[in-house]
């Protein structure tokens, strides 16, 4: 761009000067001044007639100072005479006579131009032409031709350049070779090596032209800047030669050195510099020479490597993957099965020698204590750390649901879910005898779901009381009927008792609930005592004793095993009913009896004419009668024990049978059948 900007300004004035002198020349009586720059024609006055006597004119020829003027004589005839002393042209340069013409030719004292061109050292020549009072001979003078002709600055000395030296039309211009700048004189020649940053990890660095003589006239300097956390190290080849003076240290050309806030050098002479490391990633190394001496100079090599940090190790109970402590590297940590990390899962060597965050630990897995377990109590062996055992263990008459035993383990998390205690149903702390004969009065505790719902004076109600059966510490069931033929009595015509056994002397291991809630189901029919069951939820849950236990339900029919009611199968029915068809005859003991289900077909076939028995029905009793449940058990369960879990379920609920004929051959009891109905039981306290 420089270079470009110079030949343009130089043409530029070129053009100026050119457009300045073209067609400017100009006479003053005998003389004139000739500027016409494309060159021109002198003749001698009058020519080509015989030039007159006594006769003098002068021509000035001058140019721009970067031409030079060149003279040829075409046609030349003065008068001869000794050393041209009558007629003759003369051509100066300034004051300096270039030549002195005469006569027709070439002689001894006179001399003719010929064929000679005279050219000017600068830029200006002058003619002067002169006769004396006589041309006998009828001389005719001459004619003479003169141009301008560019200047070879380059010519003389190279121009005054430094390197190269380039000629043009009105002047010319220095350039340099590769790598060099010209100064402000656009003469001389400067190595470009300052402000030279270096980023690589390695390099060289050598002297301009090594290992030919480095140029005079030198400020060379190198940054070496590499990447924080790398150190510079610079070494030095053998071959070192900078001028040098025998007695002042390194007054000529030197080289210094700065690493950190270390300074070495200055170096000069034919010894080598010392290999030297920075104390941190960078390194200024400068050398300069002056316009005298001849020497080779040097070659340095720089090499980086990574700046230390501390040894680290494995934390206690864990691992450390990396072993390599320099920057940038990375070490990773890991704890042993059990053990967490605590702090950062790896480090990093970083630029100033430091790691990033700090040293981890491992610490041994803690699952954190587990929620108490309704109805039951944990015992854990240990903190809840890792591997430590939760052993749960539920009250008396509960049982676990689910795993006992659960692990802490190395994730953090308990093994398995929590398990639970729900109520053991179906067993009694007094069982009854293996066998019922007949029927009679229970033993106290051999039915401890048995449950007496009392009616507080409900209005129209034709029994003052029903039975019931404990099936969830919450939950009563008993028949619709119980609970209003018509509409749902309100909650507080009804009371539960649970633990009685004789019913006109309770004892202390009787209880007397309130119940919440009523819930019928939803297809019951007054009409023909279809679905005749009903939930009583309890306002509050009951505390389980010997004496208050839940029953099973039966499980459904994809579910059950052993719990089949089939035909002649010995069920269980236990209330406080009538024991005959007498008013009064209500015991206040507890009674039981045995009786065995009903073919279905004569079930049905038994109350064709007077009542229908639906698909939600059981009969049981005899054929010939003499064993039923009898008013005041409505309600009340009939209980079968599950063969393969000696556990008693609930099958059927006391629902009706012959009016006034208890125990009528025939004419067998009617009950709820309970395996209808076990979903819509479980779905009902499952929304409690």
Not at 126 to 142: C, I, P
Not at 397 to 420: L, Q
Request: with cysteine; charged share 25%.
């Amino acid at each position: 761009m420089a270079l470009s900007w110079l030949l343009s300004t130089r043409v530029l004035l070129l053009v100026s000067s050119l457009w300045l002198a073209d067609g400017m020349n100009k006479q003053d009586g005998n003389k004139m001044t000739i500027n016409e720059l494309y060159g021109g024609h002198i003749l001698s006055p009058g020519y080509p007639d015989p030039y007159a006597d006594d006769t003098s004119f002068f021509w000035n020829i001058t140019m721009p100072e970067s031409f030079h003027v060149q003279l040829y004589f075409s046609d030349f005839d003065l008068e001869s005479s000794y050393l041209c002393e009558y007629d003759y042209v003369k051509v100066m340069e300034g004051d300096k006579l270039v030549g002195l013409f005469c006569g027709t030719e070439d002689t001894d004292t006179e001399k003719v131009p010929g064929d000679r061109v005279i050219e000017s050292v600068g830029s200006q020549l002058s003619l002067e032409f002169k006769s004396d009072f006589s041309n006998v001979d009828r001389h005719r003078g001459f004619t003479a031709h003169y141009r301008v002709v560019d200047r070879d600055e380059c010519a003389v000395e190279n121009g005054g350049c430094h390197h190269f030296c380039h000629n043009y039309i009105s002047g010319y211009y220095c350039s340099c070779r590769a790598g060099y700048w010209i100064m402000k004189d656009r003469e001389t020649c400067k190595f470009g090596c300052s402000r030279q940053v270096l980023t690589a990890l390695s390099g060289t660095i050598t002297t301009p032209e090594y290992p030919r003589l480095y140029p005079k006239v030198l400020d060379c300097d190198w940054k070496i800047q590499v990447e924080p956390g790398y150190v510079v190290t610079l070494q030095f080849d053998d071959d070192f030669d900078v001028e040098q003076h025998p007695e002042v240290s390194c007054p000529y050309d030197n080289l210094k050195i700065q690493a950190g806030d270390e300074k070495y050098g200055p170096y000069c002479g034919k010894t080598a510099p010392p290999t030297i490391t920075s104390t941190d990633h960078k390194m200024h190394v400068f050398f300069h020479s002056d316009d005298s001496g001849e020497n080779k100079g040097f070659r340095a090599t720089y090499f980086t490597t990574a700046r230390p940090c501390e040894a680290l190790s494995a934390p206690v109970w864990g691992t450390m993957e990396g072993s390599n402590f320099t920057y940038s590297q990375r070490v990773s940590f890991t704890c042993g099965e059990g053990y967490y990390l605590d702090g950062p899962d790896h480090r990093v060597c970083q630029a100033d020698g430091t790691w990033s965050g700090v040293q981890p630990t491992c610490q041994l897995v803690n699952c954190g204590p587990l929620p108490n377990i309704s109805n039951g109590a944990i015992e854990v062996d240990g903190n809840f750390s890792y591997s430590d055992i939760a052993i749960y263990r539920c009250d008396d008459f509960y049982e676990m649901v689910g795993e006992g035993t659960r692990f802490c383990e190395a994730n953090g998390k308990w093994s398995e879910t929590e398990p639970s205690c729900k109520p053991i149903c179906g067993e009694s702390s007094f069982p009854s005898r293996d066998r019922i004969v007949g029927g009679g009065p229970s033993k106290q505790g051999a039915w401890p779901w048995q449950a007496l719902v009392i009616h507080q004076g409900a209005p129209r109600i034709r029994k003052p009381f029903c039975g019931g059966a404990l099936v969830d510490k919450r939950w009563i069931l008993t028949a619709a009927h119980c609970v209003g033929e018509n509409d749902v009595l309100p909650t507080g015509y009804l009371n539960v008792s649970l633990g009685l056994h004789n019913r006109k002397e309770p004892d202390n291991n009787v209880v007397y609930l309130e119940v919440g809630r009523i819930i019928r189901h939803p297809d019951w029919n007054k009409d023909n005592f279809d679905s005749d069951v009903a939930l009583l939820e309890l306002r509050e849950e009951v505390n389980l004793t010997d004496y208050i236990r839940p029953v099973c339900l039966q499980r459904t029919a994809r579910e059950r095993s052993g719990q089949d009611v089939q035909e002649g199968r010995a069920g269980v029915v236990t209330g406080w009913g009538r024991t005959s068809n007498l008013f009064g005859s209500e015991p206040g003991i507890l009674q039981e009896v045995e009786v065995p289900v009903v073919d279905q077909e004569e079930c049905v076939s038994a109350y064709k004419e007077d009542y229908p028995v639906t698909g939600n029905m059981m009969c049981a009793g005899l054929r010939v009668g003499g064993k039923d449940s009898c008013d005041g058990d409505s309600g009340g369960p009939l209980q079968f024990q599950d063969p393969d879990t000696s556990r008693f379920y609930v099958a059927g609920v006391v629902s009706w049978g012959q009016p006034g004929e208890c125990g009528r051959a025939r004419k067998y009891g009617v009950y709820a059948r309970v395996e209808n109905f076990v979903q819509w039981i479980k779905d009902t306290i499952a929304e409690e």
